[in-house]
């Protein structure tokens, strides 16, 4: 038995001029577009220079002082994202600025398309809004339906970086965008520095086959980077996997940039898994050194338990002990967040080496 060699056992994925202009004309189908057929001539000319050539980010700088190599040529897109991060972090230590919260949204369905209804999720969400507001606290909600509702809304998959070594999983994540791939419209860059800012994190979200929504999974996937990544990509030039290999192998610090915030799910199903996902989404959590708001702040149940699917939004609206539970979720992490930030909550495991960060 034979295994492939390490870096050249994969089938090639380069296309072909004539494949590549095949996939790039496909998405002006509409006839609206046959007027402008000598304009998409020259934009699918410009599209396959890029792509010919692997320009991935054809907009860079020298990254500048404080990087490891300051000469280094940096994406501008990433220089920005880290801007945002570093903002949402000061706006997060600050004293004066209000405990904050983010609610997420997990279901992907939407009344403002297919299946043109809003989620229990959704309704579930708008329940704990107004109860963490009461309590002094400024609500950021993540609405992840938008990626199936709204133009250009996406989140790429994770390319796995850290399985090759940690420091090259870069924070945040420079695997996007990637122009020459028509790799763009990444939402992460956005969605990192809610994360970064908020103090406490509250995921709501339904069980699909035993599983977490296939938007939240994108997500999770993608905020690794938050686990572990390197917050200097010139240490790797770029994504260079040997000398992020050295550097991992000198002893890597796995650092935790999303430690010590508190968080609250809430899973809800219509027959079965929700007890599973709640469990899986906490130990993510956990595992990230996030700090559980306790028993009263992890909920997962059923709504309308093995009835159909169409009277599934009257199960909801009879069942006003679930709508408790959510709501005393929302409560006991808004307290664990106040009391954190009064210094009257510790964290328990501040101050402990883990002998095994990875």
């Known amino acids: 038995m034979t295994l492939p060699d ?42 396959w220079d890029a792509y010919s050539h692997s320009r991935k980010a054809p907009r860079t700088r020298q990254a500048g002082p404080g990087f490891s190599d300051p000469t280094y040529d940096i994406a501008v897109d990433w220089l920005a994202a880290r801007q945002a991060i570093l903002e949402a972090q000061r706006r997060h230590d ?28 959704w309704r579930l969400v708008k329940l704990t809004e107004p109860c963490l507001r009461r309590m002094g606290i400024a609500v950021d909600i993540l609405d992840l339906s938008r990626l199936t509702s709204e133009f250009g809304k996406q989140i790429h998959p994770c390319k796995a970086c ?4 940690m420091p090259l999983c870069h924070w945040p994540c420079s695997c996007y965008p990637n122009y020459s791939l028509g790799q763009t419209d990444d939402w992460m860059n956005e969605i990192y520095p809610l994360w970064v800012a908020a103090h406490g994190i509250l995921i709501i979200t339904p069980v699909h086959w035993y599983h977490a929504p296939a938007a939240l999974k994108a997500m999770i996937d993608r905020l690794v980077c938050a686990d572990g990544g390197n917050p200097d990509p010139s240490s790797t030039h770029g994504k260079r996997a040997d000398e992020a290999k050295v550097l991992e192998l000198k002893g890597w610090s796995y650092p935790r940039h999303l430690a010590g915030r508190h968080f609250g799910v809430v899973v809800h199903g219509d027959s079965v ?66 009391l954190a930030r009064a210094g009257k909550l510790e964290n328990p495991g501040a101050g402990i080496d883990d002998p095994n960060p990875k």
């Not at 202009?21 to 402008?36: G, I, K, V």
């Not at 004293?95 to 939407?110: C, F, H, K, T, Y």
Request: aromatic share 6%; with cysteine; hydrophobic share 35%.
């Open 6 to 47: 390490v870096r050249k056992g994969m089938p090639s994925v380069k296309l072909s001029r004539d494949e590549f202009e095949r996939h790039y004309r496909s998405r002006f189908t509409d006839p609206a577009f046959q007027p402008l057929h000598r304009e998409i001539d020259a934009i699918v000319a410009a599209a």
């Open 94 to 121: 600050s004293a004066d600025e209000p405990p904050r919260i983010l609610v997420i949204n997990g279901s992907p369905r939407s009344e403002h398309t297919c299946p043109s209804e809003m989620s229990k999720t």
């Open 162 to 165: 850290v399985a090759t070594a």
């Open 273 to 338: 898994g929700a007890e599973t996902l709640r469990r899986s989404l906490s130990d993510w959590l956990t595992d990230m050194c996030l700090i559980s708001s306790g028993r009263a702040g992890e909920v997962d149940g059923y709504l309308g338990y093995m009835e159909p699917y169409a009277t599934s939004h009257r199960a909801l609206d009879k069942d006003t002990a679930f709508q408790q539970e959510v709501v005393n979720a929302a409560k006991a992490l808004g307290n664990a967040v106040k």
